[in-house]
């Protein structure tokens, strides 16, 4: 039992309520069901290494683990994120969850939503992370949930049919099991990861496969195990990086760190530049062969790669060239354009083409939650319909409206 003084129960209460308050205000929580077990749920006694003020910091993860890299391989997630995802689960009294990737927090969180009649498994792969769930679970009250450990890609078939599953570590495809797993009208909530950036989708069951009903951008560690991600990345040089997770997209490390160093053709699109992770989404699945392209501050102050890349742009790559977004001040209209450096032999095909992409976006999709996605389980169609991802068990598709 962790011993905790009066104060501390005190002020752990103050900041609670303060949390919830700011939850709310950013619309993070909004639900009275969720905000109740915010409100309830002792966030401090599922992470006792770290400070009040950290653990319920709306934005901070506290680490649990790392590996040999230094790398954190289990987190407790910041609460705003706990907070969307369990919003978009949408759970009721009574349910059946289960949650992939465990800490114990959100596993509290869960099983204060689903009361006395629900049931609660939460599953990792780690023995120390389950180990350390139980125990924090225990202290804070929560015996009722189940703790397992096993890798989380074969679900827990014995708890199976869940009303809701609940994927808490960036997952690269979606196995049968997940889907399966589900009752007629259950809901996954995955952060599904594309080409190096991770949203949390809201999957209904539609038939065989599943069908988005919200998505969120959001950052986790990566799934381990058997789902692990299938990715390519490729040093440029010191500082740039390209990664992709589509086996077909040409990777030639030396030819486009080449590239680099021929002069950069700049085309600007006319096209507003706005809402990026909106933006980023479209490029992501509609530039035929794509790979997010990385680089640190130094090489963004030579001036050798554009400030876009600091956080990672999609770019589009051939054997030899390189064309990614930017954008410049859009003094008639306010606000900013797009535009597209290009480096290479194809400069000039890759910046008409990705600007072309910029204009398509500005003029029929430039809003926020414009995206349906599907998944679709079994073999690929071939060829692979226009803004699909191939993945090992099936395909994701994105549709904009
Ligand atoms: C972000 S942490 C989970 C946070 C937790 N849900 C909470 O309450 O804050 C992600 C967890 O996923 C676990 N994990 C990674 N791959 C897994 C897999 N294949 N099956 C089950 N758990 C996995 C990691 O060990 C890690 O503990």
New binding site residues.
């Given amino acids: 039992m962790t011993a905790v003084d009066d104060a501390t129960v005190r002020d752990a209460d103050r900041l609670r309520a303060e949390m919830v308050r700011a939850l709310r205000d950013q619309d993070a929580i909004t639900s009275e069901a969720v905000a109740a077990a915010f409100a309830m749920v002792p966030r401090h006694l ?1 992470a006792p290494e770290a400070s009040l003020k950290v653990v319920y910091d709306l934005h901070r ?2 680490p ?2 790392k590996d040999d890299n230094g790398l ?6 910041a609460a705003h994120l ?1 907070a969307v995802m369990l919003e978009q689960a949408d759970i009721e009294p009574g349910m059946k969850v289960l ?11 869960l099983q204060e939503l689903v009361g006395g009649d629900g049931e609660v498994t ?5 023995g120390d ?1 389950v180990d350390r ?1 139980r125990l924090c679970l225990d202290d804070a009250g929560y015996t009722l949930v189940k703790t397992v450990l ?4 074969r679900g827990v078939p014995e708890g199976a049919p869940y009303d809701r599953i ?1 994927v ?2 960036a997952a690269w495809d979606i196995p049968r099991s997940w889907i399966d797993g589900l009752t007629e009208k259950g809901r996954l909530v995955v952060p599904l990861t594309v080409c190096g950036t991770t949203r949390s989708i809201a999957f209904d069951r539609d038939g065989e496969g599943l069908v988005s009903r919200s998505y969120r951008l959001a950052h ?9 991600a299938e990715e390519r990345k490729a040093l440029l040089r010191e500082g740039v990086v390209v990664q992709t997770d589509d086996g077909r997209v040409p990777l030639n490390p030396q030819a486009l760190n080449h590239a680099l160093d021929a002069p950069r053709l700049v085309r600007w699109s006319g096209a507003a530049w706005d809402l990026p992770d909106e933006l980023e989404l479209y490029l992501t699945l509609n530039l035929p062969s794509v790979v997010r392209l990385h680089a640190a501050k130094d090489v963004v102050d030579q001036g050798l790669v554009n400030p876009s890349a600091l956080v990672g742009v999609s770019a589009l790559v051939s054997e030899d060239s390189i064309a990614y977004r930017t954008r410049r001040d859009n003094e008639d209209t306010g606000g900013f354009e797009s535009g597209v450096i290009a480096h290479g032999p194809q400069a000039e095909a890759l910046a008409d083409q990705y600007s072309e992409l910029l204009r398509r976006w500005a003029e029929h999709h430039r809003r926020r939650g414009a995206v349906t996605f599907r998944y679709l389980p079994g073999p690929a169609p071939t060829p692979l319909p226009q803004n699909a991802v191939l993945r090992r068990h099936g395909i994701v598709t994105a549709s904009w409206t």
């Fill in positions: 599922f993860i506290v649990v683990k954190n391989v289990s987190v407790m997630s706990q949650e992939i990737g465990s800490g114990g927090v959100n596993a509290a969180y939460t599953v990792d792969i780690d992370i769930a096993a890798d989380g890609e609940i808490t570590a986790f560690v990566p799934m381990q195990g058997e789902g692990a």
